[in-house]
């Protein structure tokens, strides 16, 4: 015998359905609540409230675990790969050597772009934020292959999802590239996916680039890291606007312009900015944090703080680690990340954050190694897009192959003026 919730309202007593996941997470089913009460649920930012129900990844956030198709995060960072990630998250299984090798090969075929390309970089000023550049020409892709927008069509929406994941980078690089007035290297089917987007990124026509293992790794440490995260911001924009049954190139530019927000995936440029400001002011870790606590909306702790993890970010974790592994192989010593681990161990210790549960997320230490290889603050979050695409692009396709597909249309509580008569101008 299910579990029922039984809701007394309106005079009348409802037994809704509670629906059990593989995890033993319970969710009341609403689906007739309105239908059999009149009465509609109220949760703005959602904080209660599950979208769908979803076999793609699972977080535990009292706990700290973080698992993609059931594999914990911590076995994906230490011995897999980001094109092995993408597709896992895509086709919901991991690849025997022949499907990756077919994968990669396909994902290398597609990382060149339309020559026009070039006509639309040259219109952008070069201050574009790489997030407006990196939306803009993703919605783009939508005009150069109209052979590929039906999203109920397999062969469409797969070959969509190899021409995202293989031109994000190409045109995330050229988005920096054209903000430094250097010239766009065409992509090397030579390289891997990573090392293609390092020489794209920090190569020149003039030389030979060498890609460094010690980057090339930690960088695709960081895209597995970020692949994909259950019904955050941008990814429940990618399940809201690909609802109406549009195509995945615009569903995506609309989960970047998500992304971008400071809230969100923009916090990880925010938190290098927040660690250079305290570093060039000469101010401390502790002088900080008392002007977060003191509620300084000029000092928030950019990096901290979570909706589920109320425990530490288990992605946090491995980050953090990398940060040593990196910096030291590359033989630098980053003020910035004395900076980050001396305002953690404070917040571990301190009231204020452990009442609010506040711990590092993933953006806290992503920023330190980004910064280590020579990203710009304002590319950071185009990296965080191209590791977040695989997860949009598996969640959009898990959307439309749900049975109980339907358009996404909240409702709402008025609380505007009741029924009232145009007023004339005169009597204005
Ligand atoms: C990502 O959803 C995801 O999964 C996102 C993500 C992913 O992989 O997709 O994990 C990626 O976006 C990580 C989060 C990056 N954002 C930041 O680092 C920005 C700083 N953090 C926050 O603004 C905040 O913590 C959020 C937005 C992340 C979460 O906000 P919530 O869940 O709505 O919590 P809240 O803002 O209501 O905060 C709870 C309390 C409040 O205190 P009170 O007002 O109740 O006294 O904690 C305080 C907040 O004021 N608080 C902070 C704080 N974050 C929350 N105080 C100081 N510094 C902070 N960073």
């Known amino acids: 015998m299910s579990e029922t919730a039984e809701l007394k309202v309106g005079g009348q007593t409802l037994e809704l359905n509670v629906i059990e996941g593989t995890e033993g997470e319970k969710g009341i089913d609403i689906t007739k609540l309105r239908g059999q009460s009149g ?186 890291l970020h692949a994909d995260h259950e019904q955050n911001c941008s990814t429940s924009t990618a399940r809201l606007v690909g609802s109406s049954m549009v195509n995945l190139f615009g569903t995506i530019s609309a989960s970047i312009n998500a992304l971008w927000g400071p809230l969100h995936g923009g916090a990880n440029q925010s938190v290098i900015e927040m660690l250079e400001s305290i570093h060039a002011e000469g101010s401390s870790a502790r002088d900080y944090l008392e002007r977060a606590k003191s509620g300084d909306e000029s000092a928030r702790l950019m990096g901290f703080g979570h909706r589920v993890y109320k425990n530490h970010d288990p992605r946090a974790k491995v980050i953090k680690k990398a940060c040593d592994d990196v910096l030291e192989r590359m033989g630098i010593h980053s003020p910035l990340l004395e900076i980050a681990k001396e305002l953690e161990e404070i917040t571990l210790k301190d009231d204020y954050f452990v009442e609010r549960k506040l711990y590092p997320n993933v953006d806290f230490y992503s920023g330190v190694i980004y910064n280590a290889i020579g990203t710009p603050a304002n590319m950071f979050t185009a990296m965080f897009a191209i590791g977040r695409l695989p997860g949009w692009i598996a969640q959009w396709k898990e959307l439309h192959e749900d049975p109980a597909f339907k358009i996404g249309r909240p409702r709402q509580i008025y609380t505007g003026p009741n029924e009232t008569d145009y007023t004339p101008m005169d009597q204005r």
Do not use: W
């Open 39 to 224: 009465y509609i649920t109220l949760d703005p930012g959602y904080a209660n409230s599950g979208s769908c129900q979803s076999a793609i990844t699972f977080i535990d956030g009292e706990e700290g675990i973080l698992r993609y198709r059931g594999i914990p995060i911590e076995q994906l960072a230490a011995k897999s790969s980001f094109m092995e990630v993408s597709y896992l998250m895509i086709y919901g299984k991991l690849p025997t050597q022949i499907e990756l090798e077919n994968f990669s090969e396909t994902i290398s075929r597609h990382t060149m772009l339309h020559e026009d390309f070039k006509k639309m970089y040259s219109a952008l000023p070069k201050d574009a934020h790489p997030m407006a550049a990196c939306s803009t020409t993703v919605g783009a892709l939508a005009t150069f292959y109209p052979d590929s927008l039906d999203p109920r069509d397999m062969r469409q929406v797969e070959i969509s999802a190899h021409r995202l994941i293989a031109k994000l980078p190409t045109l995330a690089a050229y988005a920096y590239k054209h903000s430094i007035g250097q010239p766009f290297l065409y992509p090397l089917n030579s390289l891997d996916y990573v090392g293609n987007f390092l020489r794209m990124m920090f190569g020149n026509p003039c030389e030979d680039y060498e890609v460094d293992p010690v980057v090339r790794n930690a960088l695709d440490l960081l895209f597995i």
